[in-house]
């Protein structure tokens, strides 16, 4: 099974993103919220890899290792990526690594770059290793061809990158190596996604663009998202969130309806999926799920 043919059934894609926690504790409280998410019914999910930069190759593939084999043995019908960065790996490393989880059983890869730990710009290859995730989706097509390969895009164009049409032909290098989905950074201005989807389109780029979606739970949380990635938060979301600086629970009710609006608009304006970023929680996901009857 490919990751791209779900898209082609006109049905909306339901995905989550899932990340590798730091401790037991953490472990105990995702098993608890999959157990909730999974009523969402996502046509897959994936778990990221090494996010944060911190660590070697072979810590973040152990701990990315360790999420994807314990869905794969206790949800075992649900479709599993793997995210792979560039990040501290040399090539060796990354075809290990495709190895291990081509054995596993997950089905496709998000071919990735990553962040220099300390996020240090520019990015500096690691020696025998990659500079772009051009290379190494290259790879993948070419020693792995069974994996479906998904790469990321940016709305608001990668922080990197001079301008956006710049960003999108190297999307367009990407999609052109063999990528077959392009999960997008989160954004919180509609416009913003409709815009890149339209210049994607204009650039030839006919592959599923899947928005990616971070609902707000409080506003320190999306403060320090945004300004890691670059996105933009809108106005009106952060003055209602304002309105309750000491109530998480007027900010996560604030957020979740934000987003709940922001994915039926999207769907209205034909998306073929919604990516969530669930960052190991189940109640936002499960609310809008429940709120639109996806
Ligand atoms: C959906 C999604 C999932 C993510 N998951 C993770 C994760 O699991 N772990 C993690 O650490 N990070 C993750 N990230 C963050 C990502 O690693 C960073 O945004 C990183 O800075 C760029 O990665 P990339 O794959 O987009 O890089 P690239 O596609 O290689 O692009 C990086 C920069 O180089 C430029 N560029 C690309 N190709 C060329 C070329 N041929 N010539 C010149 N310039 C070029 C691009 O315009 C861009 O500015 C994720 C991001 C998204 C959107």
């Not at 496709?108 to 290379?135: H, M, Q, S």
């Not at 709305?155 to 990197?160: A, V």
């Not at 999207?266 to 998306?271: A, D, F, H, P, T």
Request: net charge neutral.
């Amino acid at each position: 099974m490919k990751i791209k043919d779900l898209y082609s059934t006109g049905k909306l894609v339901i995905s989550f993103e899932l990340f590798p926690p730091k401790n037991w504790q953490g472990f105990a409280e995702l098993y608890e919220h999959f157990s909730e998410l999974v009523k969402c019914k996502p046509s897959y999910v994936t778990c990221t890899y090494g996010a944060g930069g911190s660590g070697g190759a072979k810590e973040a593939q152990k701990r990315t290792l360790e999420v994807l084999k314990w869905v794969k043995q206790d949800y075992s019908q649900i479709p599993l990526v793997s995210h792979l960065t560039c990040v501290n790996a040399t090539v060796d490393d990354l075809r290990q690594y495709l190895f291990q989880v081509s054995a596993l059983g997950i089905i496709g890869i998000v071919a990735l770059r990553g962040d220099a730990p300390g996020n240090v710009r520019p990015f500096v290859p690691t020696p025998g290793g990659f500079r772009y995730a051009l290379e190494l989706v290259r790879l993948i097509k070419s020693d792995f061809p069974n994996f479906s390969v998904l790469v990321a895009g940016y709305p608001e164009k990668h922080p990197e990158a001079e301008t956006l049409e710049e960003d999108i032909k190297h999307l367009k290098m990407k999609v052109d190596a063999g990528a077959e989905v392009v999960l997008t950074q989160l954004f919180y201005n509609n416009e913003d996604f409709y815009r890149f989807r339209d210049l994607c389109d204009r650039e030839g780029i006919y592959v599923p663009i899947v928005p990616g979606i971070l609902p707000v739970t409080n506003l320190s949380q999306v403060k320090r998202i945004t300004s890691l990635c670059g996105a933009r938060i809108n106005e009106t979301l952060l003055e209602r969130l304002e309105k309750y600086p000491n109530d998480e629970e007027g900010q996560f009710l604030v957020g979740v309806y934000y987003a709940t609006r922001q994915v039926e608009d999207l769907i209205k304006n034909g998306v073929p999926g919604v990516h969530f970023y669930v960052l190991n929680k189940s109640r936002s996901a499960l609310y809008i799920c429940k709120a639109l009857c996806l």
